[in-house]
């Protein structure tokens, strides 16, 4: 099942007739990084080792993240993003259940990254763009 949107959720909670019918019939909380993360694994039919391989993260630290066992910076997230050819709403799904910060199109680096994101573009690709403008690289 889909995971409903900000805007989907506000929608029917302001329609409710009350907080109880709203609280019971929507699923809220924080979603465990690595929960989605296999989710979108499942969804998108790729393999995990890949992915690892592809987002440049050491193999036992990558495991870790897809496990739960370990909790990822806000890059190696994005390394899993770019790896993953996450779209934007997914990539910032997996920061927010990171407990990191979204990404954010008025922050320069934010910008070229979501921008990259849009694209396609490979790991290598958004690293060489982020160099390029002087912005710190992912990895």
């Known amino acids: 099942m889909a ?4 805007e989907e ?3 029917e909670l302001l329609e409710a007739s ?3 019918e709203f609280v019971g019939g929507n699923v809220l909380g924080h979603r465990r990084l690595s929960d ?3 989710e979108l694994l499942a969804a998108k039919r790729l393999k995990r080792s890949d992915v690892v391989r592809m987002a440049n993260l050491n193999e036992t630290f990558g495991y870790q993240i ?3 066992a370990r909790n990822p910076s806000r890059n190696k997230v994005l390394q899993i993003a770019f790896a993953m050819a996450l779209t934007l709403r997914e990539a910032n799904r997996a ?3 990171a407990g990191v910060s979204s990404l954010y199109s008025k922050d320069r680096r934010d910008a ?3 921008f990259c994101l849009d694209r396609g573009c ?3 690709k958004v690293n060489e763009e982020l160099y390029r403008f002087g912005e710190e690289t992912i990895c």
């Open 3 to 6: 995971e409903k949107l900000t």
């Open 9 to 11: 959720l506000l929608g």
């Open 18 to 20: 009350s907080i109880d």
């Open 36 to 38: 989605y993360l296999n």
């Open 66 to 68: 897809f496990t739960g």
């Open 95 to 97: 920061l927010e259940a």
């Open 112 to 114: 070229i990254i979501i």
């Open 122 to 124: 490979s790991l290598q």
